[in-house]
């Protein structure tokens, strides 16, 4: 994460950027998951990725999807399970 200061009408305001994309050892960090298992979710194609050269990065957009469409089968499952 990266932290701004900015200065306005002469206050200081810290302010946190978000990341656009993250490498796959920082995704499964994020996720909560080993990073064999990320690979296995990307293999699986569950998981979006964009090659930039040889590095192989992760849109934080593409992880939030997943969660929300992870959980979503999940909450399906239980009421008709």
């Not at 990266?2 to 990341?19: E, I, L």
């Not at 050892?25 to 994020?30: D, L, N, T």
Request: aromatic letters at 4%.
């Amino acid at each position: 994460m990266v932290f701004c200061v900015q200065v306005q009408n002469n206050a200081r305001m810290v302010t946190q950027n978000k990341a656009l994309a993250v490498s796959v050892p920082e995704a499964a960090r994020m996720l909560g998951v080993s990073t064999r298992t990320l690979q296995y979710l990307i293999a699986a194609r569950q998981i979006r990725i964009t090659k930039i050269g040889r590095r192989t990065i992760i849109s934080v957009t593409v992880l939030e999807d997943f969660l929300r469409s992870d959980l979503a089968k999940i909450r399906t499952k239980r009421r008709h399970g």
